[in-house]
Nanobody, 121 residues
């Protein structure tokens, strides 16, 4: 079974930076994707950033140029570096692992428990 252990986040003033980490362990397919999603108060959960095992990345338009997603050399840990944070970035951030087929279709997925990110003065 897959385990996702998240860390980081917290409280920061506008313009500040925070980092999120998510360590994946267990039975993980060679083709996979790790991503961060967020749910702000009163809103749906949206994609923030995603990175595949092949290194392809995608970002929500609202975070492009400010956030950077990356994986370690082993590909087991995903990071989200968040710079120039805005109050509208305040949300609970969730790590998601997608187990992919050879064609890139999602065969299964796992969610982390979520980390609070609060941007406030």
């Amino acid at each position: 079974q897959v385990q996702l252990v998240e860390s980081g986040g917290g409280l920061v003033q506008p313009g500040g930076s925070l980092r999120l980490s998510c360590a994946a362990s267990g039975s993980i397919s060679s083709s996979n994707a790790l991503g961060w999603y967020r749910r702000a108060p009163g809103k749906q959960r949206d994609l923030v950033a995603r990175i595949t095992s092949g290194g392809s990345t995608s970002y929500a338009d609202s975070v492009k140029g400010r956030f950077t997603i990356s994986r370690d050399n082993a590909g087991n840990t995903v990071y989200l570096q968040m710079n120039s944070l805005k109050p509208e970035d305040t949300a609970v951030y969730y790590c998601k692992l997608e187990q992919l087929s050879r064609w890139g279709t999602v065969q299964s997925y796992s969610w982390g428990q979520g980390r609070q990110v609060t941007v406030s003065s």
